[in-house]
């Protein structure tokens, strides 16, 4: 069998069990946030935090009560990072330096995972489950807490409430994400993945030498690391050690486990504003959008080899041999589609046209599928702009799901829209621009260190946390502004979004007329997606152009 046809058969049978589970998962969704029945553990959980489950909060409540969540959870992360040290289970490791605790446990709690260290060597098993799984888990339920929220805008009519922050928060959690990423967990110990909280292992190896083996609570943390787009590795290998991710079937589970729940949303949001044709125009728009980059991606690691690869006959430098390049191609094209960041490749070793998609993926702002929530959110926010677009075009007021947008709403979506962009740009020119910063966070000069430096920021104002190897991301500096950037890339999106919806709850449905644009046809999809890449390339091509596509044409 081909390489071209085996590559093509594994994408097949991803999306026919992507297609298996799109119904089902997508109504569980649906059924998770609007069901009025609480279940037990859920009350437990409401009584132990003075919450009255029955509360609906008005948009700005709901927000502060994210912000606030979020806060808490970085001081706690922060804490038991540096004080490691001291607590159970730290198998003699020290506490992470300030910068870098500070970087980690703000990565962490904005669904970025970004790590400047490697896992295994820097925290120990306390600091892995204890602390990184559980914001694996939780960053992920604010994620689709909030683009419910957005839904609830559109649905609802003439009120100024969008349901309970909390109740979001706990369903996601307790209903979805626990136990899919149990059963995943399940599954991963089956293929060979690690899970244990004894130390390292002493073995004897063929030649009678000796190795010690870093060992922990890995499948546990593997299963939510994909299944909520988060990212971080218990190894610093990531999905290429084979602790981590062992057989072929075992990586093709792990990209299925980061598409899974992104591409169920758009059922939901179906569902919930009574349209079933509105998700499936936002899923077509979103997985022909994954489908093109991957295709790219695939094309670029297998054939579209640059003047170095082409010498050496293959482009083989960084990829996961043990399954082939189009292995790696299509983990990379998912995971940095889905704001996710985890790797089964080193990404710094694609080829230049098969980084730049890579890149291209994430500054497309990550809604094709995008993260487990965040890719909705940003998609409907687009399809406002869309809208909006389109009502210019024809002169009369654009609506979207019988909602009217006007100044207010397009305010908060232009402001939503240019956030990523500005932060990216802002923050690798702040680098770019100081010598002695690019000599300590850039191995390579050219085009190739200008497309490190952009990956990089785009990775941490995206929420992904993937990056190339040739940036030096373990410096104060670095983690300084990297964090501060997860930290804006995340919240300020976040804000817009659901004053957006709040403002879009308060309207009343208008009717549908006949001069009503369709929101549920192949034409609204197909114009959803050029207004996505076309916001992308007014803004990022001249960045590209001088990175990725400069590197390519040498």
Known sequence: MSAAVAAWLQVGLLVALLAAVHVPLGEHLARTFTSPRHLRVERALYRLGGIDPDADQRWSVYARSVLAFSLVSVVLLYALLRLQAWLPLSLGRAGLAPTTAWDTAVSFVTNTNWQSYSGEQALGHLAQAAGLTVQNFVSAAVGMAVAVALVRGFARSGTDRLGSFWVDLVRGTVRVLLPLAAVAAVALLLGGVVQTFTGPQ?????????????????????????????????????SAHPFENPAPWTNL???????????????????????????????????????????????????????????????????????????????????????????????????????G?????????????????????????LAVLTVFLAGLMVGRTPEYLGKK?????????????????????????LTAGVPARVAASVQDPGAHGLTEILYAYASAANNNGSAFAGFGAATPYQDVTLGVVMLLGRFVP????????????????????????????????????????????????PALALGPVAEALL
Request: no cysteine; net charge neutral; charged share 10%.
């Open 253 to 355: 589970l792990e990209v299925f486990l980061l598409l899974a729940v992104p591409f169920s949303l758009p059922r939901a949001f179906g569902r919930m504003v009574g349209d079933l044709r509105q998700g499936w125009a936002v899923l077509a728009t979103t997985g022909g959008l994954w489908a093109a980059t991957t295709a790219v991606l695939t094309w670029a690691e297998t054939r579209g080899y640059g003047a170095v690869p082409a010498l050496a006959g293959a482009a083989l430098e960084g990829k996961e041999v043990r399954f082939g390049p189009a292995a790696s191609a299509l983990f990379a094209a998912s995971t940095t589609a889905t704001s996710t960041g985890a790797v089964n490749a080193s990404h710094d070793s694609l080829t230049a046209l098969g980084g």
């Open 494 to 541: 976040v804000v817009l979004v659901l004053a957006l919806a709040g403002t879009l709850a308060r309207q009343r449905r208008v009717p549908v007329t006949a001069g009503t644009l369709p929101t549920h046809g192949p034409l609204f999809a197909g114009l959803l997606a050029v207004v996505t890449v076309v916001v992308t390339a007014l803004t990022f091509v």
């Open 357 to 381: 998609t890579a890149l291209l993926n994430m500054v497309l702002g990550e809604v094709a599928p995008g993260g487990v929530g965040s890719g909705l959110y940003g998609i409907l926010v």
């Open 405 to 429: 947008i006007g100044q207010r709403e397009v305010t908060l979506v232009a402001l939503s829209v240019l956030t990523m962009p500005a932060l990216v740009l802002v923050g690798a020119a």
């Open 202 to 238: 002493t073995v004897t190896t063929l030649d009678g030498g000796t190795q010690t083996l870093l060992t922990g609570p890995v499948a546990s943390q593997e299963a939510i690391k994909l299944l909520g787009t988060n990212g971080g590795g218990f190894f610093n290998a990531n």
